[in-house]
């Protein structure tokens, strides 16, 4: 299912070289994994939900960190049998049963779910949902196969077609990063992380400042992968605020000023 580089362009391309030798899907990855390199993004427990995900370089980047749990189908397996199995690989309390795929899953290791709305092949120990992540099946579909989790981090190598004009395709790219962004703020929780592809332009900085309202710290980085001539870049956004302490920092700043302001009244 996922692409294959032509052989002249591999060949000026080491990343695609690379890529294809070690079956990694898409020279993708490994911005991804640089940039885990440099940020220490995804941890070997952490719940990852990756957005545009096919043909799975980011997944598989993803995955390439994480300790994953062993699936265990409990369709195939006796009940005294599922029960040893349990005993051997998870803590009971920590285990759910995913209804989708009929695997146990233990919340206490790693999870990549991929989304897109392309087909992808399947990754080993990677859940895939075929959808769109604006509609509403897509979301409640994420919510089943994340069984209650929370998210430590959301990807999104999503661009659109590309036509050659920089601003169309701009403007193209930035709907889908607030696309991106609309899901992290649904499913991350509180000092998680967020990373994003645009493509610079004029509505660059209005994104940013709209980020730094929701994580503690934004920043931009172009990995050693990305081609030079790309106007590509990644936001990598961490210390995830949910809306409640957001809206409780806001009240107390308010409180604050309100207080400073009558001192001063009284003091003239």
Not at 7 to 22: C, H, K, N, T
Not at 197 to 202: A, D, P, S, V, Y
Request: glycine share 4%.
């Amino acid at each position: 299912m996922y692409r294959r580089w032509s052989s002249g362009r591999a060949v000026l391309d080491p990343w695609a070289v690379m890529a294809i030798d070690e079956n990694m899907r898409s020279r993708a990855a490994y911005k991804l994994m640089q940039m885990n390199q440099k940020f220490k993004l995804v941890k070997p427990k952490s719940t990852v939900l990756d957005l545009g995900a096919s043909p799975g370089g980011w997944t598989l980047a993803a995955m390439k960190s994480l300790q994953c749990s062993p699936n265990v189908n409990w369709f195939e397996h006796s009940i005294d049998k599922m029960k040893k199995d349990i005993a051997i690989h998870s803590d009971i309390n920590q285990t759910l049963i995913d209804y989708e795929t009929s695997e146990f899953v233990d919340r206490r290791y790693g999870l990549v779910v991929a989304i897109d709305k392309e087909p992808m092949d399947p990754i080993p120990g990677a859940k895939f949902i075929l959808g769109d992540i604006n509609e509403i099946n897509t979301k409640i579909q994420i919510k089943r196969r994340l069984l209650g989790r929370k998210v430590q981090i959301v990807l999104s190598d999503m661009a659109p077609k590309t036509i050659g004009n920089k601003f169309t395709d701009h403007v193209r790219i930035m709907e889908l990063a607030r696309s991106a962004r609309d899901v992290a703020e649904e499913v991350l929780q509180s000092h998680g992380a967020f990373v994003v592809k645009i493509f610079r332009g004029e509505e660059e900085p209005e994104f940013l400042k709209s980020l730094k309202t929701s994580f503690s710290v934004v920043k931009t980085h172009k990995p050693a992968a990305s081609r030079s001539e790309s106007s590509e870049i990644y936001i990598i956004a961490t210390g995830f605020i949910p809306i409640h302490l957001r809206t409780k920092k806001i009240l107390d700043k308010s409180q604050d000023e309100s207080r400073t302001s009558r001192k001063k009244s009284k003091a003239e």
